[in-house]
């Protein structure tokens, strides 16, 4: 098994930043795209961003220019740098992995159990 845990939520004012970390932990055998996910109440589950193995970033439309995702796949992390904050961006946000692993017969996407993130106006 696989397990993702996020870290770095809270409750900000707009325009403030916030930066999210994801570390993967358990039985892994490799990771290969990793990314951030987010639901408001409501509403669905939106992409974020993702990054690719080899480091090659993407990007959800809203978020315009003002995240950034990395990543640090010695730590099995990745990583969500938010700037310029919006009430808008409130939501949970999840931690998402593409791996294998080395209890499964197959790869799947993996989940992490979401931190809160709040931007007051």
């Known amino acids: 098994q696989i397990r993702l845990a996020e870290s770095g939520g809270g409750l900000v004012q707009a325009g403030e930043s916030l930066r999210l970390s994801c570390s993967a932990s358990g039985s892994i055998g490799s990771i290969n795209a990793m990314g951030w996910y987010r639901q408001a109440p409501g509403n669905k589950r939106e992409l974020v961003a993702t990054i690719s193995s080899g480091g090659v970033p993407n990007y959800a439309p809203f978020v315009k220019g003002r995240f950034t995702i990395s990543r640090d796949n010695a730590k099995n992390a990745v990583y969500l740098q938010m700037n310029s904050l919006e009430p808008g961006d409130t939501a949970v946000y999840y931690c998402?992995?593409?791996?294998?692993?080395?209890?499964?017969?197959?790869?799947?996407?993996?989940w992490g159990q979401g931190t809160q993130v709040t931007v007051s106006s």
């Open positions: 998402a992995a593409d791996a294998f692993s080395l209890t499964e017969i197959a790869g799947r996407r993996h």
